[in-house]
């Protein structure tokens, strides 16, 4: 077996980014050879991710593109295991790959291009990282609003207006999260479930059909205001809605693209102290 030399374990790092003691290993298993220690390395960086795979990522960033002359925008979310995994200079230098790859192509379609790249960071941070979803706003005026802490990330097209108008709106939509832009776009079932919920309240009981039906209609219409955005108090002006403070700027909202880190990812709630005694009882065998 050749001599592994601290040079060579060295130039093994600095082109793979492994540590030490696994770029040695590597390269004992190659008997010295480089070239085929990085094809192994590769190709067990391939099992690694896919062991990896099943493990639940619904942490990481959301991140955002928008054009200099705000003709179209790109949000992309990339996810980790953990919150200190998603501050990682290695990951963070991922989103930025992800979200350009998204801007550069006017596309969403990203993942398979990619997929190189993300299993090589899963060897490299050690928790699973996926590419979970982009979305490209194309048309009218786009602005865009990011959460100081990336976890929420907006985009809203306006026809008309301005970009600076654009961004207020997407501040707000991040802040507030309205269901829907306006009334009207409410669908039948929400609606539906939200009359169910009215007519079991206590005081419907023993009323008259008709007055249960007007005070219906109110509630109704107080539900469809508190959740359509255009209906809404705009955050940085209660005393305007949204909607008049567009029709202000001259627009109308045309599309709305909210993203938060992790929704709709079921999270199984992991038993530490079982999982600590499952691992002991496995290394006594």
Do not use: W
Request: glycine share 8%.
């Amino acid at each position: 077996m050749a001599a592994i030399s601290a040079s060579l374990v060295k130039e093994l790092r600095e082109r793979t980014s492994l540590g030490m003691m696994e770029c040695k290993k590597a390269l004992k298993e190659a008997d010295g050879d480089i070239e085929l220690a990085i094809e192994n390395l590769r190709k067990a960086s391939g099992l690694k991710a896919e062991k990896k795979a099943g493990r639940t990522a619904a942490e990481g960033v959301v991140a955002v593109k928008v054009a200099d002359d705000a003709s179209f925008g790109v949000v992309v979310e990339v996810n980790t295991e953990t919150d200190f995994a998603a501050r990682n200079e290695d990951y963070l230098a991922f989103v930025d790959v992800c979200v350009n790859a998204a801007f550069d192509g006017k596309t969403a379609d990203i993942a398979a291009g990619l997929e190189d790249q993300r299993q090589a960071l899963v060897q490299k941070v050690g928790e699973n990282i996926g590419f979970r979803r982009a979305e490209v706003v194309d048309g009218g005026v786009v602005g865009a609003y990011v959460h100081s802490n990336s976890k929420i990330a907006v985009l809203v097209k306006l026809e008309g207006g301005t970009d600076e108008l654009a961004r207020d709106v997407a501040m707000h939509v991040a802040a507030v999260n309205p269901r829907v832009v306006s009334p009207e776009d409410m669908p039948e079932d929400e609606l539906n479930k939200e009359k169910e919920i009215i007519k079991a309240q206590p005081d419907m009981a023993g009323k008259p059909e008709d007055i249960v039906e007007k005070m219906m209609v109110g509630r109704i219409n107080k539900f469809l205001k508190e959740n359509s955005l255009t209906e809404q108090p705009f955050v940085k002006n209660p005393d305007v809605t949204v909607g008049q403070l567009v029709k202000d700027g001259g627009a109308t909202i045309a599309q709305v693209v909210r993203f938060e880190v992790g929704e709709g990812i079921e999270v199984e709630e992991a038993d530490f102290a079982a999982e600590v005694a499952a691992q002991l009882e496995a290394s006594k065998s």
